[in-house]
């Protein structure tokens, strides 16, 4: 009886404990713990397979999505943890069969869903809720709409409605809000999981990189619990791999950027200006940043098919090496296509003359409100041109910008290179499209761009960080069976025979089979031409069959 009722009592003290998270700070401590262990047995199939069920009919994910906390200003945490497991309860996997799930399969099992709901209320509901069985699956799955129908529901009604899809228990008992809020939860549109990566910035925004439950300090204790994914030794789904990869890697860059950063701005020492008590002065020099001559937002491009953000954010970024040492200089005149740079927007919080006691740099959020650092955003070089207007390169004069657009990336001889003019450089940049469009959306976009003061760099050899992410996005969005093959599958992800992945059992596998079709192995793009595969097999007689 104690193992058949541990975890419905579990969910009892966590649902306890959230009641009490508002008022008591170590109700809040609980919850967060609760929310953790259940995201680790949602991100495992075996535990999966049985406690989804189990979590569904208690009506967790609707109790968090209602709770005060989540609106608090102490919650931040808890909404974010309420965030992933929203994304595991819902991730695109079979819990019985393991496999993937497509897009069309995910759009099935919502449209099965639905005819559900409607077939219950057409068999069983009283005759003033038949209009809920005939209205279009856009508005079930709308929970705004969804909540606009059921309006003029009764309470009862609501709970019969939910008790009849195994969404709550008790239902005598269970408040309308909850029961609303379960049946929204599960009439509702599932959001693609790729779409929400696709969407995601790749640059750095002060929101993530100062934000401590993301992107922690150097000196954690584990006592506290992380909005981040875990690596493991079992994964749900291929692309829960490449998922959890993408978040740790983005995030674990961030860390390293909010450090260069802070360096950057302390150095910088940005105060009041004396002469009119209002703009902003940089009263010290850093090597890896630069006061801003000027920002010009340039183009932006029409969004492409079924995206909301634009297809490309065009920007010139001016600034001035005239007064740095001459070493400093060529670093910053040695920009190079592809390096990403960074614009800050520094307000001065202090007047010149006055002294300020030095911040604890574990601290960041202090650091962020007394440096007067108010926005941070990415973007990536194109070109970069001298004073003449021409394309550079390494000091030299490549091309001017006519014929730049003109050739492409076509080489250029030795005998056509000419030093370039000035220290002054124009920096034609490619901001993140995806911040851009979230900008523009939250209202922010036009003081953000007129605010930026400040440009920073970081060394080649630690800033490729955007290379990496865009490399394991495109690896989510190609097919699976090109990423990982098949007889790897099931041993990366942590299930199966280890064994089954090794050389002889392959060897053995494919001696078995019957079908000639199943003796071949797709090595995909592994190899550059014939030549490639002659080189990779030097001990092997490498046979062409006709039409190949």
């Given amino acids: 009886e104690f193992e058949e009722q541990f975890f419905a009592r579990l969910l009892a003290a966590f649902r306890g404990a959230l009641a009490l998270a508002e008022q008591a700070p ?21 535990t999966r397979r049985f406690l989804r069920a189990v979590i569904d ?13 989540r609106t608090a200003a102490h919650g931040r945490l808890f909404r974010q943890l309420t965030d992933i497991l929203d994304a595991y309860i819902d991730f695109e996997i079979d819990d019985h069969t393991g496999n993937a799930l497509q897009r069309d399969d995910v759009t099935a099992l919502h449209y099965a869903r639905i005819l559900r709901f409607q077939a219950l209320v057409f068999a069983n509901a009283p005759e003033h809720l038949r209009e809920l069985s005939l209205v279009s699956g856009r508005q079930l799955d709308s929970g705004e709409k969804l909540e606009g129908l059921l309006r003029y529901v009764s309470e009862d009604d609501v709970r019969g409605l939910a008790a009849g ?19 929204a939860l599960y009439l509702r549109q599932r959001a693609s999981q790729l779409e929400a990566i696709n969407a995601l910035p790749l640059m750095p925004s002060e929101e993530v990189i100062f934000d401590t439950n993301l992107v922690p300090n150097m000196h954690y204790d584990g006592r506290s619990v992380l909005a981040l994914p875990k690596l493991n030794l079992q994964y749900l789904t291929f692309h829960d791999y490449l998922q959890r990869s993408f978040h740790l890697f983005r995030l674990e860059s961030m860390y390293e950027i909010r450090e260069d950063l802070m360096d950057a701005v302390r150095m910088l020492r940005p105060r009041i200006a004396s002469a009119d008590g209002q703009s902003t002065v940089l009263a010290g020099w850093a090597r890896m940043a630069l006061p801003l001559v000027s920002f010009e937002l340039r183009r932006v ?5 079924g995206e909301e953000h634009p297809a490309y954010v065009r920007a010139e970024v001016t600034f001035d090496t005239r007064d740095l040492p001459a070493s400093v200089s060529r670093e910053w005149l040695g920009l190079r296509r592809s390096d990403v740079l960074f614009l800050l927007a520094l307000e001065g919080r202090i007047h010149e003359r006055e002294r300020v006691s030095s911040l604890d740099p574990e601290d960041v959020e202090a650091f962020r409100r007394e440096s007067g650092l108010r926005f941070v955003r990415g973007c990536e070089v194109v070109d970069v041109l001298d004073e003449d207007g021409d394309v550079v390169e390494d000091g030299y004069k490549v091309m001017t910008l006519e014929e730049r657009e003109r050739r492409g990336n076509a080489p250029v001889a030795d005998g056509e290179l000419r030093p370039a003019t000035g220290t002054r450089r124009t920096v034609r940049a490619l901001l993140d499209p995806c911040q851009f469009h979230a900008d523009r959306e939250s209202g922010i ?10 440009v920073m760099r ?12 865009q490399t394991i996005r495109d690896l989510m969005n190609a097919p ?3 990423v990982v093959p098949e007889w790897l599958h099931d041993v990366f992800l942590g299930y199966g025979d280890p064994a089954a992945a090794h050389y002889d ?9 019957e079908s000639r079709r199943a003796l071949e192995l797709d090595f995909n793009d592994t190899f550059l031409d014939l030549d490639h595969v002659r080189a990779s097999f030097p001990d092997r007689k490498v046979k062409v069959e006709d039409g190949v």
């Fill in 26 to 46: 170590r109700a809040v401590r609980v919850v967060v713990r609760f929310l953790e262990l259940f995201i680790d047995l949602m991100a495992q199939l075996p």
């Fill in 57 to 69: 009919e208690h009506a967790v994910l609707a109790s968090c999505r209602l709770s005060p906390l």
């Fill in 165 to 183: 899809l195994a969404l709550v228990r008790d239902v005598e008992h269970v408040p309308r809000a909850l029961a609303g809020e379960a049946l």
């Fill in 301 to 305: 491009g029409e969004p492409r098919v």
């Fill in 445 to 454: 976009e036009s003081s953000v761009h007129a605010a930026f003061n400040v």
């Fill in 458 to 469: 970081r060394s080649p050899k630690e800033n490729n960080f955007k290379g990496v992410l």
């Fill in 480 to 482: 699976e069976s090109v």
């Fill in 505 to 513: 059992s392959v060897r053995r596998n494919f001696l078995e089979a």
